[in-house]
């Protein structure tokens, strides 16, 4: 029997920890993997009698994200809680946004592997706090709470069900995390938690427009292991509806070692949480003046960095691909090309040995020297030095050291390719002069042995000469 066609329908909820100095509603610290509980005070432990205040900073990196993403910011801030008992959630309720989102709509364009392009529609962002993290002791009956991340600030992205497959879905996750990080919002961790993704799934035979049962997959902290739990939901479904058996509508968790789904627990009807408006913090507006403000210092993001490496430098399109994707090498491409240096060899250079080197440092904010690797980049394509000693002699040197002086390191190091052809004839009748076997063997058809009379008279010349010159010039020679 042919088995019948279902299409699975996806919608996603991200949650994207924001790189505020201090928590949402308190002073209290951030950083990721202090010591347990450490970053907390009366505040964020829910003392009775204290009171959250918004942090500004929190607002401004939501309103960044909306703006990426088209979204309509609200002209205030309200927050609601959302009561649920944690054992790491000393409050009983989340601070959330449940009535009026910061953002909302907004959408996506993603570009497929297969070159098709979707856009992805969101239905809003919202602000909230984040709970503690309780660790089950292996062997052990204990379970540890750590409540550093209690009150730590998070967005929730809410896309609407438009994405299809799973590949869509590791698209848009990989085109958010970049997008967090070029906006300055997130470091987009992923295996730190930074971004935690639910997916709820459904599937309907292809006939149909009503939307099968959905099933929602908890708190995935990976892209490869989202895609992986999409694809097996989408099979585990398609078997039970061709064994006419029914999608139960529930919450599952993705099991990473076995690569499976497992039911978790039955969805809570939105009531159940008893949501009303958050009454100890006071609406915050948003002004018009404070939204052009941040519109203004937005930063380019990657789509757009492409688009005018292509239109603007005359990159190729997987050049510009390449680097747009990268903070560091789009940014230091921006800067090579302030210093007029070649588009396409800056372009080479950055995506080979300055991508290598950049790996190797355990920094991510570093500046590159532009000025001198400019000159560096240009001497070689105007022929003054062979790419290979750009490469491999000068950009080395200037990596470990920012302050060398080029042209005195170059001259030293004779990295400058000779103009003087009377020295490569001498060079080359001096080499051919000394292998007569050799010279021969070439005539009578080992035609590979050029390379020993290439490499030999690199060597004479002290690696001066430019090797295609000296290609030409040998073989004309040995062609007499
Ligand atoms: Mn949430």
């Known amino acids: 029997m042919k088995q019948q066609q ?16 201090s928590k949402i509603f308190c002073g209290d610290a951030t950083e990721f993997e202090a010591n347990p509980n450490t970053q907390t005070s009366a505040i964020s432990l829910a003392h009775p009698g204290t009171l959250p205040k918004l942090n500004k900073e929190a607002v401004e990196m939501a309103v960044k994200m909306g703006l990426a993403i088209n979204s309509q910011i609200a ?4 927050f609601d809680r959302k009561h649920y008992f944690y054992p790491d959630s000393p409050k009983g309720y989340q601070i959330t946004q449940h009535t009026l989102p910061i953002c909302k709509g907004g959408d996506l364009e993603l570009e497929l592997a297969d070159g098709t392009k979707k856009v992805i529609r969101f239905h809003q962002i919202h602000l909230e706090d984040d709970a503690g993290k309780s660790t089950h002791e292996p062997d052990s009956d204990k379970t540890l709470v750590d409540l550093n991340r209690a009150g730590m600030p998070l967005i929730e992205m809410v896309t609407e069900p438009d994405l299809s497959s799973a590949e869509e879905v590791g698209v848009l996750l990989e085109e958010v995390r970049k997008m967090v990080r070029f906006l300055g919002i997130s470091d987009g961790n992923m295996e730190q938690g930074s971004l935690r993704c639910d997916a709820n799934i459904s599937i309907r035979p292809a006939h149909t427009e009503e939307l099968g049962k959905k099933v929602e997959i908890k708190n995935m902290n990976s ?20 064994n006419g058996k029914p999608v139960e509508q529930e919450s599952r968790l993705f099991d990473t070692d076995k690569g499976i789904t497992q039911g978790m627990r039955e969805k809570e009807d939105a009531n159940d949480y008893r949501y009303y408006p958050e009454p100890d913090l006071v609406p915050y507006r948003i002004t018009q003046e404070w939204l052009s403000k941040i519109k203004s210092q937005l930063p380019k993001l990657p789509k757009q960095l492409k688009y005018e490496f292509i239109e603007t430098y005359g990159l190729p399109e997987y050049d510009a691909g390449v680097l747009s994707d990268s903070m560091f090498l789009s940014r230091q491409f921006e800067l090579l090309m302030d210093e007029n240096a070649d588009p396409k060899r800056a ?6 040995p300055i991508q290598s080197w950049f790996k190797e440092q355990k920094e991510d904010t570093l500046e590159l020297p532009v000025h001198s690797i400019a000159k560096a980049i240009n001497w070689v394509e105007e022929g003054k030095m062979s790419g290979t000693q750009g490469t491999q002699k000068l950009l080395p040197a200037l990596l470990s ?9 170059a001259n030293a190091n004779h990295l400058f390719l000779s103009t003087d052809s009377s020295m ?3 060079a080359i009748e001096s080499v051919l002069k000394s292998h007569p076997e050799d010279v021969l063997r070439y005539k009578k058809g080992k035609k590979g042995l050029i390379q020993l009379f290439v490499g030999k008279v690199m060597a004479a010349t002290k690696g001066k000469a ?3 010159q000296v290609v030409g010039k040998l073989q004309e020679e040995l062609n007499k």
């Open 347 to 352: 372009a080479n250079w950055l995506m080979g």
């Open 6 to 21: 279902y299409i699975p329908t996806i919608g996603l909820e991200i949650h994207v920890q924001l790189a505020t100095k």
């Open 75 to 78: 002209p205030q801030v309200v």
């Open 424 to 426: 490569l004839d001498e």
């Open 223 to 242: 892209i490869r292991f989202v895609k992986k739990a999409v694809n097996y939901e989408i099979e585990r479904q398609t078997n039970l509806l061709e």
């Open 466 to 468: 430019d090797p295609k």
């Open 401 to 409: 050291n920012y302050q060398l002086d080029l042209e005195q390191f």
